[in-house]
């Protein structure tokens, strides 16, 4: 059974860096790049919990996909509302206005695909590191102020990324076995 000090931080942010590059390059014709991680405090019982990343009041379109086996987990996926409506666009060959006339229900799925590819190219690099597992089916989250809190036990990851001059936030849950 692997346990979390094979999963190290390195690894985790090799794998997630490499695949926000691989979908929003292949998918988007867009590059991304790395910008910084925010740093988790230990967690010593009093520490309020991480805030996640700072939405203010400009609407996100969060994608979350989670996978399950030797390590279990979410990712989170945030971009600003105005960047998730480029990529879908870029990504369906729709118009601005086309994709007014669609509805956010297209956003949703196109952010919900987008979030999944890139889920599913990390766990990947888990299974390749010997720790198998399997993807969950996408879910939406829209706001402009929230945060989400872990439970106790998951280990917490958050790499910011820019591309086109917009945010993307991974914010990665893990936790090894059950």
Do not use: W
Not at 40 to 58: K, L, R, Y
Not at 68 to 97: K, Q, S, W
């Amino acid at each position: 059974m692997p346990t979390a000090a094979e999963i190290t931080e390195p690894l985790v942010r090799e794998y997630i860096t490499r695949a926000v590059r691989d979908v929003f390059k292949t998918m988007l014709g867009r590059d991304s790049a790395f910008v910084g991680a925010v740093v988790q405090p230990e967690d010593d019982g009093m520490s309020p919990p991480h805030p996640g990343p700072a939405t203010g009041m400009i609407p996100f379109v969060v994608g979350t996909v989670g996978f399950l086996g030797d390590v279990n987990g979410l990712i989170y996926l945030y971009l600003d509302e105005p960047f998730a409506r480029l990529c879908t666009c870029h990504l369906l060959g729709m118009t601005e206005t086309e994709l007014e006339e669609a509805g956010d229900e297209v956003i949703n799925d196109a952010i919900g695909e987008l979030t999944n590819m890139t889920v599913g190219g990390f766990k990947n690099g888990l299974c390749d590191a010997g720790f198998p597992c399997k993807l969950t089916i996408p879910s939406i989250l829209r706001g402009s102020n929230f945060s989400i809190e872990p439970v106790s036990s998951a280990t917490r990851h958050t790499y910011n990324y820019e591309s086109a001059g917009h945010k993307i936030v991974a914010d990665i849950l893990l936790k090894i076995g059950d």
